[in-house]
Every structure is written in structure tokens, then in C-alpha cells.
């Protein structure tokens, strides 16, 4: 199999095909990742393609010392935070989102409950390094971190984590988490989860 | 989980699990695992984590098309790299065939520039505030120039070149193609029967009797027949008297008066040059001769031949206007004549000057009000001067050091940056 670099060499050179490839191979993925972090599906489906776009314009800026795959997540991480800072200056619209997971299990939503609760840097680091299966070292330059300390927030973000899962695999039928502030929530799976908090 | 217990910290073991440990590191993870139970549930705990993060599945999108803004994109991108010309012209660096460049490289390039341009500021700065050594470096670059431009050029004839001897102090110099101006008898039209040689000398004299040297000088001027083209004397304070004269003296007598007026005092520096002016002097006159043939025949015209009004003023104008030539010639030539029998000697006669003892030592008062006098006005020139080199220097020395300033602190950052990498 050709690998994304040289792909996205070949696409530097005009291959159409290359480009082609390279978005077979990432697109899924990438909407993940922007499903994963927005409300909306509809507004991952722009971003995943509007990621492509800014892939074609900025061809050039492309150096073979750096991996597609960090080069890629590294523009949807700004068209994220771009995304986020649009949703806080028009919050009137929020209301309009579309809700994520219609058909999401019970445990599906206590995760992402349970995430939400990580400070938002940590949280970060996990989902990259558990959904998009990035590299300390890739996730160190994409967020410009020191690997050391990318490894030090992953565990303890894994760690917080577990706290705030264990009450949930000692139950069943009802959802109990302890927040970060104290305060205990219940919580029934019929509840919708909060707009997550990054 | 304490390290004497464990060789391994749990962070570790999160990376071993995650595939991210070192190979030794891996190793003794390995072995420390399989026997220790505590590793083993902190391990699970780890595992169970990531197992549960990922209930959490995204269903895939539907539409796994390219938009068609991206498809739009592509197009235009396809069709600018058919036709690189036609947008924005041509790329220097395709041109150049050359490489892009890190953001670093650019930023140590314009350090180094700005440096160099700082240092070069503030080298033309000091030259210029301490002006010795920079004159004496561009006389000394001047002085190897011209010794390097006198080697180019070809020897001259020995009939052309121009004899000059200059000597320092005491070495008595002997012109051996000495003219002897007053030798030839040179009539209006007669040819120079040797080399008619146009002499100069300088001398440079340090005595200690000012008044008794510049009698003496006058002296040996009036009885080799010489007299004074120019003289001045200035008698600044502070310093000894100096006597600057442009001496006339028959060419043959130059040799006789130099050696006399030598006797005066200290020669400092002594010089003599001639340059041969027969060839000038044989055109003019010559020239001279033609004019005059010329002032005859028109002269005949006149008397023998009868004509026009007309034609009898044309040849008067003619005749006025060779003899105002013929004027102007006669005055070049007795010029030149006079020149080579009247060598010009350049006198400098300056006096030693010995410091006067202070008959009435200063008082302390006033040596301590003419210190303080000193100092003020010494802080408030360098308080000015200040001022006027941030005026005159500053803009530029920011534009420089700013530049300098950015690039080192994007090389500063990459360091770091480096440094915490590895």
C-alpha cells in the first residue's frame, strides 16, 4: 500500500488520484473526529470536507518530514476550535443543533458524560490518543507539548477517568458519576447529555 | 506504587501498554508484570479504561462523496497546474530551482545580516569618531594605489620624463639634467640650442634664531639675484613662528642658494623636480614664426593691392586678429623663457619653539572653577551628543536590532523547542 506521505507527494505533483486516495482514507476518520467533538452531524460533514479544502490550498506548505495523518488532524483541531468560538458568539443557534447520537447506548452516553467531566486539555490527549490512535509524539506536536508531558496528562486523564466510570460498572439500570466539584448527579439514560463542555 | 518496590513508574506502564516504551524499558516492564500483581490491576484498570472509551462508535456518514466546493477546489488547482505562467507569473524559487526553506534558516540568515549591519554601523561610528586611524589606513590605502598605478605605467621617454628628487634631511641632491636656463640666449625666434628644463624646489627649514634665518635668507636671495615671489609669516601663540616664502632664483644659481640658505637651519625636508618644456617652447615658437610670416603677407596685401572698401577692412580685421595672437604667444613664450631661467624655490622656515616658563603659577581656586567649567561643558556635549546620535541613528539601529532581535527569538524558540523534544 503507497503510504499517505507519498500520496500526498504525488498530489503536490497534480495527481488528482492521490487526492482521491488520501480522502478515502481520511475522510471517515476525520468526521469522526469532528462528530466526536461537535453536536452536530451535519456540521462534522462540512468540516471533514472543508478540512480536504484547506488540504488543496495549502498544498505547497506541505513538508514530507511531517505525517498526513498529524498534518491533517492538525487542521481539524483549528477548524474545531474555529468551529467552538463560532457556537459561543452565536448561542441562539445552539438550540438548532442537531443532536449527535439519536441512537446512542446507555454506556455510549455515560462515556461521553464521563469525558466531558476531564478538563478540557486532558480530555484532549485521551480522544487523540483512544479515537484518532495517535502517537505520543504525534500528539505532542500537534498540541506543542513536550512528549513527557503528553504522557503524564494521558495518565492521569485515564486515571480521572476511571474514576468517574466506576460507579456506573458497579450499577446498572441507573447512571451515577461523582463531578468534578462533588456534587452528585443522577442521571437516567434517557436524559440527553449536556452540550459538551469544550 | 513506589519505584524501590517497582522498577517501572505507572506511567511507564500505561506507555508499554500503549506500545510507547523504549525497548529496554519495554523489556523490564514485561518481565515486572507477569509478577506483580499490583502493576497487573493498575494495568487492567488502563485497559478497561480504553476498552470502555471505545463503546463510544460514531456511525459512519452516508455520504462519503467529495463536496462539491472540494471537487471545485481540485478543478481550479488542476488547471493552475496546467498553466503555472499564466498565475502570478513564474515562481522565483522554480526558476532558481530552489528549495523551500525552513521558517529557522530565513530567521538566521536575517540575524546574521542585521548583525553585520549593526556591527558595520557602529565600526563607521568609532572610524568616524576617532578619526586617526581611518585617515592613516586611507592614506596608506592611497599612497599603495598610486605606488600601484605608477608600476602600470609605462616608462616615459628620457626626453619627456621629469626629473624629481626629493630628500630628507641633509642629503644633498644632485640633479644631474640641471637646466641652465640662463645659458641660452633665446631671441624671439631662436631654437634652443640644449634642454630647456623648468625648475622647483622645496625646503623645509627648523631653526632656533627666527629673526637672524629670515635676514640671512633675504641676504643670499639678493646675491644670487633671486627676489620674492610670495611670503607670509604667522606667529600663532602657543607655538613657534613660521615663515612660508615662493623664492625666484636664476636656474643656475638654484644649486648655490639651496646650499646656502641650508646653512640656516635644520632641513627638515628637502625637494627638487624639473620638467623639460623644449618641445612646448620649439612649437610656440614656431608657431610664433608662422603668425608673424602670416602679419607680413597681409601686411603687403595692403600696401601693394587696391580693392573694395570691403575687401580692404577684411584684411585689416585679419592683420588685428593675428596680431592679437601673435601677442598672446609672444607673452606665452617670454612666460615659459622666464620660468626656465627663474627656478621657483618653496621656502618653509619654522621656528623652534621652546615653552615659556609660567611666571605666576594659576591658584588652585582657579584651576578647581576652570575644572568645573570644563566638566559642565563636557557633560553637556556629551548630553548633546548623545541626543543627536539617537536622532540621527536611532531609527535605523531599531530597524536593525529589532530584526536581529525577532530572528534570534524565532531561533531561541525552535531550540527550545528542540531541546524539550529530545
Known amino acids: 500500500m503507497v503510504s499517505d506521505e507519498a500520496l500526498m507527494l504525488e498530489f503536490q505533483r497534480g495527481s488528482r488520484e492521490a487526492f482521491e486516495e488520501l480522502f478515502a482514507r481520511y475522510r471517515g476518520p476525520l468526521y469522526g473526529f469532528f462528530q466526536r467533538r461537535l453536536e452536530s452531524q451535519e456540521r462534522a460533514e462540512d468540516l471533514a470536507q472543508e478540512t480536504f479544502l484547506a488540504v488543496i490550498r495549502a498544498t505547497a506548505r506541505y513538508e514530507p518530514r511531517a505525517l498526513v495523518r498529524t498534518y491533517l488532524y492538525g487542521i481539524a483541531l483549528k477548524l474545531v476550535a474555529a468551529e467552538r468560538r463560532k457556537q459561543q458568539n452565536a448561542p441562539a443557534n445552539q438550540s438548532d443543533a442537531e443532536p449527535a447520537t439519536d441512537d446512542a447506548t446507555e454506556e455510549a452516553l455515560w462515556v461521553r458524560q464521563a469525558l466531558g467531566k476531564l478538563d478540557v486539555g486532558e480530555r484532549e490527549i485521551l480522544m487523540l490518543r483512544e479515537y484518532e490512535q495517535l502517537s505520543y509524539s504525534e500528539i505532542a506536536e500537534l498540541l506543542r507539548l513536550p512528549v513527557n508531558t503528553v504522557r503524564s496528562r494521558l495518565f492521569r486523564s485515564r486515571m480521572a477517568l476511571k474514576g468517574y466510570l466506576e460507579p456506573e460498572m458497579k450499577s446498572h439500570g441507573t447512571v451515577t458519576a461523582r463531578g468534578a466539584t462533588g456534587n452528585t448527579e443522577v442521571r437516567t439514560a434517557e436524559v440527553r447529555p449536556e452540550k459538551d463542555e469544550a | ?422
Not at chain 2, 632664483?249 to 640656516?264: C, F, G, H, I, N
Not at chain 2, 626656465?340 to 605666576?360: K, R
Request: aromatic letters at 6%.
Open chain 2, 1 to 422: 506504587m513506589s519505584m524501590s518496590k517497582h522498577p517501572i513508574a505507572e506511567e511507564e506502564l500505561m506507555a508499554y501498554l500503549d506500545g510507547e516504551l523504549s525497548l529496554d524499558r519495554a523489556a523490564t516492564a514485561a518481565e515486572h508484570l507477569e509478577k506483580c500483581r499490583e502493576c497487573q490491576n493498575v494495568a487492567g484498570d488502563l485497559q478497561s479504561v480504553s476498552r470502555r472509551l471505545m463503546v463510544w462508535q460514531v456511525e459512519p456518514s452516508e455520504d462519503s462523496r467529495i463536496a462539491p466546493s472540494v471537487a471545485a477546489a481540485l478543478e481550479q488547482r488542476g488547471q493552475a497546474e496546467e498553466k503555472p505562467a499564466t498565475r502570478g507569473g513564474l515562481s522565483w524559487r522554480k526558476v532558481f530551482q530552489m528549495p523551500r526553506l525552513p521558517r529557522w534558516v530565513w530567521s538566521s540568515g536575517i540575524a546574521v545580516a542585521s548583525l553585520a549591519m549593526l556591527l558595520f554601523m557602529f565600526g563607521v561610528l568609532f572610524f568616524s569618531t576617532n578619526h586617526s586611524p581611518m585617515q592613516y589606513v586611507n592614506m596608506d590605502l592611497a599612497h599603495k594605489k598610486m605606488a600601484t598605478q605608477r608600476a602600470a605605467l609605462p616608462p616615459l621617454p628620457e626626453s619627456e620624463a621629469a626629473s624629481t628628487i626629493v630628500t630628507k634631511s641633509g642629503n644633498n641632491v644632485e640633479d644631474g639634467r640641471a637646466g641652465g636656463g640662463g645659458e641660452h640666449e633665446r631671441g624671439s625666434s631662436a631654437v634652443p640650442a640644449g634642454p630647456m628644463i623648468v625648475r622647483t624646489a622645496g625646503l623645509t627649514l627648523t631653526t632656533k634664531e627666527f629673526d637672524k634665518a629670515r635676514t640671512g635668507l633675504e641676504e643670499i636671495l639678493k646675491r644670487h639675484g633671486g627676489y620674492v615671489g610670495q611670503l607670509n609669516v604667522s606667529a600663532p601663540s602657543g607655538s613657534g613662528r613660521t615663515l612660508n616664502a615662493t623664492l625666484r632664483v636664476p636656474a643656475d644659481q638654484l644649486d648655490a642658494t639651496m646650499a646656502e640658505l641650508k646653512k640656516l637651519g635644520r632641513v627638515d625636508v628637502e625637494s627638487q623636480s624639473g620638467e623639460e618644456v623644449t618641445q612646448q617652447y620649439v612649437d610656440l615658437v614656431a608657431r610664433l614664426a608662422n603668425a608673424r610670416n602670416s602679419e607680413q603677407r597681409l601686411t603687403e596685401i595692403l600696401r601693394h593691392r587696391t580693392g573694395e572698401l570691403s575687401d580692404v577692412l577684411a584684411v585689416e580685421v585679419e592683420i588685428e586678429r593675428v596680431r592679437g595672437e601673435i601677442e598672446q604667444m609672444e607673452a606665452e613664450r617670454k612666460n615659459l623663457a622666464h620660468q626656465v631661467d627663474f627656478a621657483t624655490l618653496s621656502a618653509t622656515l619654522t621656528e623652534e619653539y621652546e615653552n615659556q616658563l609660567q611666571a605666576v603659577p594659576v591658584s588652585t581656586f582657579t584651576r578647581i572653577r576652570n575644572a568645573a567649567v570644563d566638566g559642565y561643558s563636557t557633560v553637556t556635549e556629551s548630553v548633546v551628543s548623545l541626543v543627536l546620535f539617537l536622532f540621527s541613528y536611532g531609527p535605523v539601529l531599531l530597524l536593525w536590532g529589532g530584526l536581529l532581535f525577532f530572528s534570534l527569538r524565532i531561533i531561541w524558540r525552535r531550540l527550545r523547542k528542540n531541546a524539550k523534544n529530545t
